[in-house]
């Protein structure tokens, strides 16, 4: 059938208009396939890093297989060497140097790898009523409702006085057991139900059940509590006190999952920013010699504002380009300052379930692919970086010549709420930065819901920032 004739106003509408089109209309097989392996591997490293200090270590494993060594500062660097550097094993920084020199700028990707969570107090362990609990103090912004009445585990680390670190991980295999808060049973809710969300689940009620089988043959008291004890210093070889010096996060029990009769979404714990963590990571593990220096971040502290040694204010960054520009007496200031960096961090997805919190025109939408956010903040985008208007249209280019679905995103209604990302900490270095990244459906909850074509377009906007000149 001859393709009907269009009318002037068509062709005007087509040259003029900013019409964005869903993913899947545009979608080439080659695309489809590439995307469907993507998802599964990025699925696998989801299970395998429920924690910041789990993510550098699969990271550091996938990377050493890929030729990646620690870098040492004085080392002798040529392009295409593969480095990385391992901040405490809770960030990570990678990089593959490229064939122009570092005086003239590297590519950056940054994005983080904490993920909202309850950590035990540093006194976490009492009994009550015959039943053992842990103390928990929330990290990150959570809504405290959802935490209740789901499987949880338990992971992280205790150190011990005697400098020996013993690592915990339970829940994350097939039999182990699991750990939950319980709710109260609506019959006896009537008064908490009448309660604002934000009310309803005191922060000091988020305690963790562990446990409600006393010590056998012992007459003492907390019976229950001992014999929690008892079981962590068989298994663990600590005591009590030693809680004192220990990092344990209690993180839901879901393994990352297709959602949906098409498979088209995933569901997971740590999409907010293992899902832009991996893209980048992922990006750049397949680089050969790039032109510009590729970097890598994958930061911690994020969701309590980049703060700590490990979060990306924290001088370990720039004392790891500047170990990497001293490598060719190149001032740091000249490399910050040609320098692009792409904050990789999710943004929010328009959600029809609660449309009037959200300005449609302006949202991320499922499908649509990557989302670029000139700024994030709140109250008249305070805490934003505000890329410049030359930085966004520098991504749009390369974004397009790389055939990368990309959207606009703004995280809801102006004055709805808001939020910040390590953005504005790259961008006080002198460095231009812009946010983009996976709109996400429920971000910060224990299961969040992001779409398997943004994933793979976050992915494809890497390997492009990366790539250019
Ligand atoms: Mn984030
Ligand atoms: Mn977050």
């Not at 599964?40 to 890093?49: P, Q, V």
């Not at 005191?202 to 409600?212: D, F, K, M, R, W």
């Not at 963590?277 to 930061?299: G, H, K």
């Amino acid at each position: 059938m001859a393709e009907k004739e269009k009318t002037a106003g068509e062709l005007r509408r087509e040259a003029l208009c900013y019409a964005p089109k869903n993913g899947y209309d545009r979608l080439t097989a080659e695309d489809e396939a590439a995307l469907q392996r993507y998802c599964e591997d990025y699925k696998r490293f989801l299970d395998a890093g429920k924690t910041e200090r789990e993510c550098v270590s699969e990271a550091i494993r996938q990377a050493e297989a890929k030729g990646f060594r620690p870098f040492v500062r004085g080392m002798e660097l040529k392009s295409g060497d593969k480095i990385y550097r391992s901040n405490r094993g809770k960030s990570l920084m990678l990089a593959v140097v490229g064939s122009r020199p570092l005086s003239e700028g590297v590519n950056i990707g940054a994005a983080h790898i904490d993920s909202p969570r309850l950590d035990l107090k540093p006194n976490p362990l009492y009994e009550d009523s015959e039943l053992a609990y842990f103390k928990t103090h929330y990290y990150g912004g959570l809504r405290k409702y959802q935490w209740v009445s789901i499987p949880l585990e338990l992971h992280g680390v205790v150190a011990r006085k005697d400098g020996s670190v013993v690592e915990v991980a339970i829940g994350g295999r097939p039999g182990d057991p699991l750990f939950t808060i319980n709710d109260l049973l609506p019959h006896l809710g009537v008064e908490q139900s009448k309660k604002p969300l934000s009310e309803a689940i005191p922060a000091e009620t988020l305690n963790i059940l562990v446990g409600s089988r006393p010590f056998r043959d012992d007459e003492g008291a907390e019976r229950v509590k001992l014999a929690v004890l008892d079981l962590l210093h068989q298994k663990y070889g600590i005591t009590e006190e030693d809680f004192i010096s220990a990092e344990l996060e209690v993180v839901p029990a879901f393994r990352a999952v297709d959602i949906g009769f098409d498979r088209s979404l995933i569901g997971a714990y740590g999409h907010d920013d293992r899902v832009c963590a991996y893209a980048e990571f992922a990006a750049l593990l397949e680089l050969e010699i790039p032109s510009r220096t590729a970097v890598c971040i994958l930061a911690d502290k994020e969701e309590i504002g980049s703060e700590g040694v490990s979060g990306m204010q924290s001088a370990a960054f720039d004392t790891f380009m500047s170990d990497l520009c001293d490598s060719q007496k190149v001032p740091l200031k000249t490399c910050y300052e040609k320098s692009f960096c792409l904050s990789a961090d999710v943004t929010a997805a328009y959600d029809p379930n609660y449309a009037d919190v959200y300005e449609k025109r302006n949202s991320a939408r499922i499908n649509y692919g990557m989302g670029l956010c000139k700024y994030t903040g709140a109250r008249g985008k305070s805490g934003a970086s505000d890329a410049s208007a030359e930085v966004v249209a520098y991504v749009r280019r390369i974004l397009d010549e790389a055939g990368v679905f990309w959207q606009m995103a703004e995280l809801g209604k102006v004055d709805a709420g808001g939020g910040g990302t390590v953005a504005c900490f790259m961008a006080n270095r002198d460095i231009d930065t812009l946010d983009a990244g996976v709109p996400v459906l429920a971000m910060h909850a224990p299961f969040e819901t992001v779409s398997k074509l943004d994933c793979y377009m976050t992915y494809k906007g890497m390997k492009a920032v990366y790539a250019a000149e």
